[in-house]
């Protein structure tokens, strides 16, 4: 954040509020930041206070794109991380750190359930293990989760959030302090749904306007968990506040809209979605990873950077680590690394003969060094398939 101090008077619209010189309780506005979008909040500004922080990053009063753009200066980091360890290796590290941070944010949600406040002190340890795993090789946890997706919805959503985020910020070379704060955004940012009814979380079908306005309200809920509890970052609660607003103001609860939204926002609005999509959801169909990338591209320029969206589907790849494929073969594997060269050219663990029946040992073909299928042909993938649709547990197969 590059912040400067100017007087109140000196406000347009377009500019975004970072900071009073005051302190923000006993002021009437709702949000800790926010944009100015019209007169009337500049002088309710000069009610309270005479000078303001503005968040020059944010700024678009002078941006006659609508500061819609970013470019690939302008979020890369300055870490470039190499992969330590290959995938195989890194599995079992991945899966004690996965278990430990299972157990914790299970207690830890129950114990909001009952109390109705948020300490994450336990989770400390687990997700520090998680991020060190993550940052060796992303590859490991994120096969790690999609194998092992059987816990409480909570708990799934929060824990591909964590994986995700942290994934995409390594990828954009961020610094580990902040892979940490996007983990524990990623982890926290549907945790206010805990506060809403059990009639509007698991509704058939889409939700009145009545409903949808008070399931929205879980945006800010998370927020007052995030800023109450002790122990945390204090921007944590400025990248959870933006996960659900939009690149071009259609979001909430704030309608931001292009460099009004930070990067860290931006980013958990995308994977969020990617998340939600990929999901068991009671509302809509489950989406492939591949099918929700290919959503998420249609969306990119409207509703998210183009530049993240392009960058997300790099990280993860058009085949993201855990998805199961069919080969040109008939068989089905599952990917378990990325090529960063060739996205389409993955490496895939050959699970299942052509008849649908079990291959053991298991053979993994790096398709980027073009294995042949035949003599004249070599290995590629045809299609995804289903998960749920396969003769086999994957977690039982492969652990």
């Known amino acids: 954040m590059h912040k400067k101090q100017i007087p109140v008077g000196e406000l347009r619209p377009g500019m975004y509020v970072a900071e009073l010189d005051r302190p923000w309780l006993g002021t009437p506005f709702l949000f800790q930041g926010f944009p100015i979008t019209s007169a009337n909040q500049i002088d309710e500004l000069k009610q309270h206070c005479k000078t303001v922080f503005i968040d020059l990053e944010r700024d678009t009063s002078d941006d006659q794109q609508d ?104 990828f954009l070379q961020f610094p580990g302090e902040r892979l940490l704060l996007l983990g524990l955004a990623g982890m926290l940012l549907n945790v206010g749904k805990i506060r809403l009814p059990e009639t509007i979380l698991q509704k058939q079908g889409p939700l009145t306007a009545e409903e949808y306005a008070l399931a929205r309200t879980h945006v800010m809920h998370s927020v007052e968990l995030v800023r109450a509890a002790p122990g945390l970052p204090p921007d944590l609660g400025d990248i959870v506040v933006q996960h659900h607003e939009r690149l071009d103001g259609s979001g909430y609860p ?9 990067v860290d926002g931006a980013i958990a609005g995308l994977v969020d979605c990617y998340s939600a999509l990929t999901s068991v959801r009671s509302y809509a169909e489950q989406m492939s990873p591949s099918a929700a990338l290919n959503t998420l591209h249609k969306l990119r320029g409207t509703l998210f950077n183009e530049l993240l969206v392009e960058k997300f589907i790099q990280c993860i790849g058009i085949y993201p680590v855990g998805s199961t494929v069919e080969l040109n073969t008939g068989e089905v594997g599952i990917v378990i690394a990325q090529n960063l060269v060739r996205r389409l050219q993955p490496r895939v663990m050959v699970i299942l003969d052509a008849g649908l029946k079990p291959i053991r040992p298991q053979v993994i073909l790096d398709l980027m060094k073009e294995p042949k299928a035949t003599p004249d042909e070599p290995y590629r993938i045809m299609r995804t398939l289903p998960r749920d649709k396969l003769p086999i547990d994957l977690e039982q197969f492969l652990f």
Not at 254 to 262: D, E, K
Request: no cysteine; net charge negative; hydrophobic share 40%.
């Open 254 to 262: 704030q309608g931001l809209r292009g460099r009004q939204i930070s």
């Open 67 to 170: 500061g819609h753009e970013l470019s690939e200066a302008s979020i890369l980091g300055p870490v470039v991380y190499a992969e330590a360890t290959p995938v195989e290796l890194e599995l079992a590290a991945a899966r004690e750190a996965y278990s430990a941070f299972e157990a914790s944010i299970e207690t830890a949600f129950d114990q909001l359930r009952v109390a109705g406040e948020l300490d994450l002190t336990p989770l400390k340890d687990p997700v520090r293990s998680m991020m060190r795993s993550i940052e060796r090789n992303p590859d490991a946890m994120m096969l790690l989760f999609r194998i092992r997706q059987k816990s409480s919805h909570e708990f799934t959503r929060a824990v591909d959030t964590l994986i995700h985020m942290t994934a995409l910020g390594r």
